[in-house]
């Protein structure tokens, strides 16, 4: 898995994964305000310059992340990811931070709907010319809160050029909600220092967390955290 070291320096190492359509390269806004901290950012499997296979992600991650004990940070797919690592390997673990990150569905209802969704966006993202697929991607609710920050958009839009289709569709279907357990217990009752983060205009994840101790509610943002709240992100995984 490629990595980029966005900064070096001293204590536990912070560890990054970005979420769908994005690289590692999406951390730096946050890491600007991590000074002295060493910060690494993995592009997962599909994603930036690291290619696509069919190897589990935890034992990509498991042979690719530093031995010593981690702080790690996911967001959306990246959390999912990142949850997924920490409950198997809970001793690599010193802090585990989730951004905008579902825990799981709870019937197979939803599951099938959600891996009907992806299916369907995984067609457009083959058949569609690029910039159509990016306009309505970033057009689904979730990214609501975007829609109303233009110069935020256009920067992530900007980052999102060099991405190849395929590789992003096998992420996708394997790796879709669809497919994944509900963690819902697990996570509250993980072992390591946790910490939730979402957005105040994020409002599934509002009902998912509003009530749980370690999560906090990051105000005037949505979705996305990483581009709309670096500065207040940095504060809280410091």
């Known amino acids: 898995m490629h990595c980029d070291i966005l900064r ?9 994964l970005h979420g ?25 499997p599909g994603h930036g310059k690291t290619p696509w296979t069919d190897d589990e992600i ?19 797919l990246g959390g999912r990811i990142a949850l997924r690592f920490a409950l198997r390997h809970p001793l690599r673990i ?14 197979s209802e939803e599951k ?7 299916q369907a966006w995984a067609h457009k993202i083959l058949s569609l010319p690029w910039d159509k697929f990016l306009a309505q991607w970033y057009a689904q609710p979730i990214f609501s809160s975007l829609q109303q920050k233009p110069a935020i958009m ?3 839009l900007s980052t999102r ?3 190849k289709p395929q590789g992003l569709v096998n992420a996708l279907l394997k790796w879709s909600l669809g497919h994944q357990k509900c963690y819902r217990n697990e996570l509250q009752q993980f072992s390591r220092p946790t910490k939730i983060l979402y957005g105040e205009k994020d409002e599934k994840f509002i009902g998912f967390y509003g009530d749980w101790p370690q ?9 996305n955290l990483l581009f709309e709240s670096p500065q207040m992100v940095a504060d809280l995984l410091l």
Do not use: M
């Open 215 to 223: 999560a906090y509610c990051i105000a005037k943002a949505g979705h």
């Open 154 to 156: 256009r920067k992530i």
């Open 161 to 163: 050029t060099l991405q």
């Open 94 to 107: 010193h802090s585990l931070t989730l951004l905008s990150t579902n825990y799981g569905l709870s019937n």
């Open 112 to 118: 099938e709907k959600r891996i009907k969704t992806d």
């Open 58 to 76: 935890e034992d990509l991650l498991a042979k690719a992340l530093p031995s010593e004990p981690i702080n790690l940070v996911g967001y959306s």
């Open 8 to 16: 070096k320096g001293t204590g536990v190492p912070l560890i990054f």
């Open 20 to 44: 769908f359509l994005g690289t590692g390269q999406d951390w730096r806004a946050v890491v600007e305000h991590l000074i002295h901290r060493t910060c690494l950012a993995y592009d997962l």
